[in-house]
């Protein structure tokens, strides 16, 4: 428990940071054009090598091949550009996920 | 001030927060129960919600335990997960300027939904600024924490660990990745990402991946937005 407690105030201290930062070095409203930049193309490749890593515990040659995850990344993706409501694409997706790995199992 | 007029500005943020109500409800009550599942005592959960109060860096961190990632990795992965909130505050600089007391709660308070909102209300009289803006976020953490609370119960309830609602942890960094590929309109970085993981699962360790990915991929992006910086 104490380790919990430790990365806890760890990841609080990281995200309060990143809400903070900007109003630290910039009190004033010019901050630099290729911060801004950087900082709206890293999110989309940081959440893309998250998914990927998300999925790394997959093993492809042994049955269900991933089937079941490939399928619920693709629903998510599709209930995501079709109504995009977060609750609603994580609940089809999830679903999807747990009753394929209960079929093909 | 009046109190008359504190009830009128908390009602309009009521109001206001309607949305954020909605979808903080349920995603609280989803990242408790996913919380408690993966084994967290009910109050962790509700700690993370007040204290680190951002969805993505806590589901991360019911991944991380699960998939056994080093403390360094996780920090790194922790800072760029967290990138886009500076990037908010970088466009509510001047919206936040002259709230004085409030200020630190207000930052600490940014989420994707309350940027959302502070950023499309209609600017509000100096008088109540502050008030409102306060009253905007502290509903949204309160949304939140009752959430994660509800779900956190509602997962101690149900004793046996449901197989597969860790996918839940997936399907959120899909649709994060997702909005945040359609606000830049570029499927470079999935590209970039893809090929980095699966070059990276060919050459490297295991364990190695995520972080050369991160530094081979932001290297890259970098030298591609330069160039599209000038066309």
Redesign the interface.
């Known amino acids: 428990m104490p380790n919990?407690l430790v990365?806890?105030?760890?990841?609080?201290s990281?995200?309060?940071?990143?809400?903070?930062?900007?109003?630290l070095f910039?009190?004033?409203?010019h901050?630099p054009r290729w911060?801004?930049?950087?900082?709206?193309?890293?999110?989309?490749?940081?959440?893309?090598?998250?998914?990927?890593?998300?999925?790394?515990?997959i093993s492809w040659h042994t049955p269900p091949y991933g089937i079941?995850?490939l399928a619920?990344?693709s629903i998510?993706?599709l209930v995501?550009?079709w109504k995009h409501s977060?609750?609603l694409?994580?609940?089809s997706?999830?679903a999807a996920?747990?009753i394929l790995?209960?079929l093909l199992a | 001030m009046a109190p008359m007029e504190n009830r009128y500005v908390f009602r309009q943020a009521a109001h206001y927060t309607l949305p954020a109500l909605m979808?903080y409800i349920?995603?609280g009550m989803?990242f408790g129960f996913a919380a408690v599942q993966a084994g967290?005592a009910w109050w962790?959960a509700v700690?993370?919600s007040i204290?680190?109060?951002?969805g993505a860096?806590q589901f991360?961190?019911l991944?991380?335990?699960a998939?056994g990632m080093s403390?360094a990795t996780?920090?790194v992965?922790?800072?760029?997960?967290?990138?886009?909130?500076?990037?908010?505050?970088?466009s509510l600089?001047?919206k936040?300027s002259g709230t004085r007391w409030a200020?630190p709660y207000l930052?600490?308070a940014?989420t994707d939904e309350t940027f959302a909102l502070l950023t499309t209300v209609e600017e509000p009289d100096p008088s109540t600024k502050t008030r409102l803006y306060v009253a905007i976020s502290l509903l949204d953490q309160l949304y939140w924490v009752a959430g994660t609370l509800i779900g956190a119960l509602l997962g101690t309830a149900v004793p046996v660990a449901?197989?597969?609602?860790e996918?839940?942890?997936?399907?959120?960094?899909?649709?994060?990745?997702?909005?945040?590929?359609e606000?830049?309109r570029?499927l470079?970085?999935?590209a970039?990402?893809?090929a980095?993981?699966v070059v990276g699962?060919l050459i490297l360790p295991?364990s190695a991946?995520?972080p050369v990915?991160?530094a081979v991929?932001?290297g890259m992006?970098?030298l591609l937005?330069r160039h599209t910086?000038h066309a």
Not at chain 1, 26 to 29: E, H, M, P
Not at chain 2, 162 to 165: E, K
């Open positions: 919990s990365l806890l105030a760890v990841m609080a990281i995200t309060f940071a990143s809400r903070l930062l900007p109003f910039f009190s004033r409203n901050p911060l801004a930049t950087v900082e709206t193309v890293l999110p989309p490749l940081v959440l893309w090598l998250l998914v990927f890593y998300s999925l790394s515990g079941p995850a619920g990344v998510v993706v995501h550009r977060v609750l694409s994580i609940i997706g999830t996920y747990m790995t209960r | 979808g349920p995603l989803a967290h962790y700690t993370m204290f680190v109060y951002s860096t991360f961190i991944g991380l335990s998939a403390m996780a920090i992965m922790a800072c760029l997960l967290n990138l886009r909130h500076s990037l908010y505050g970088l600089l001047t936040f200020k930052i600490f940014i449901i197989a597969g609602i996918f839940s942890l997936t399907a959120l960094f899909v649709v994060l990745a997702i909005e945040s590929t606000k830049i570029s470079v970085p999935l970039v990402a893809l980095t993981t699962r295991s991946v995520l990915s991160i991929g932001t992006l970098v937005t910086d």
